[in-house]
């Protein structure tokens, strides 16, 4: 069965850090990868999505993500962390054509200022 | 405002009860979803719909029931059969083609 993995559990940076979080998946067909967030409080949102096309894809807030098909990855980093982005982060993954989003366990970031 | 609300926010059952969550769209969506959170664990998918009068389980439906009777309508039923049923609950829909999910903001549900 499909599965996504977040290896980083729990991370804590001071602001202006650099973030990278990790998200691996293990299914070796084609696949819709996307990086949702949850601010405390506050719905689940859509952070950014690859689809197909440039392995590098942007999104909001100054975050971007980049697609290696080999290593079955999908990264998350920003450059430069602020207070602001501290919230639960999810990896999920959509077998292609089915509708049907697999998540990963989430990694809570804190930041401090 | 279009969008996906949940109700209640936070409901407390005594065991062996059944329990309704509600999830209603105004997005005009085909799709809807009903997962699973619980900490350390991300979200699990328990029962979806992408079309009314239809719905498929998901990888942890025992215990839970659905119907999709209307399109904006998609309510979950917690049964006295699932083993651990304390957790939040998100809904989410998806437009035909948008390949993107939308959320609730979810029902917390704590058996007593």
């Known amino acids: 069965a499909q599965s996504v993995s977040q290896h980083n559990h729990h991370v804590i940076l001071s602001e202006a850090a650099s973030l990278e979080l990790g998200c691996n998946y293990s299914?070796?067909?084609?696949?819709?990868l996307f990086w949702y967030v949850q601010y405390p409080g506050q719905h689940l949102q859509l952070l950014l999505k690859?689809?197909?096309?440039?392995?590098l894809v942007k999104g909001i807030k100054g975050f971007e993500a980049e697609f290696i098909k080999s290593k079955f990855s999908f990264n998350l980093r920003k450059p430069s962390v602020q207070w602001s982005d501290t919230a639960e982060y999810f990896c999920?993954?959509?077998?292609?054509?089915?509708?049907?989003?697999?998540f990963g366990t989430g990694t809570r970031l804190q930041v401090f200022p | 405002d279009g969008g996906i609300t949940q109700s209640p926010k936070y409901l407390f059952r005594k065991e062996g009860q059944n329990v309704t969550l509600s999830c209603e769209q105004n997005?005009?969506?085909?799709?809807m979803y009903w997962y699973r959170q619980d900490p350390g664990q991300g979200l699990r998918l328990i029962y979806y719909?992408?079309?009314?009068?239809?719905?498929q389980k998901g990888d942890i439906a025992e215990g839970y029931s659905v119907s999709r009777e209307k399109k904006e309508s998609f309510p979950l039923t917690v049964t006295s059969a699932q083993k651990n049923p304390t957790a939040f609950y998100l809904c989410?829909?998806?437009?035909?083609?948008?390949?993107?999910?939308?959320f609730g903001p979810g029902t917390r549900l704590t058996v007593l």
């Open positions: 999920a993954v959509e077998e292609y054509n089915t509708d049907k989003l697999i």
């Open positions: 299914y070796g067909g084609t696949v819709n």
């Open positions: 690859y689809f197909s096309g440039d392995p």
């Open positions: 997005l005009n969506h085909d799709a």
């Open positions: 719909s992408q079309i009314v009068n239809d719905f």
């Open positions: 989410a829909s998806e437009g035909r083609g948008r390949n993107e999910q939308f």
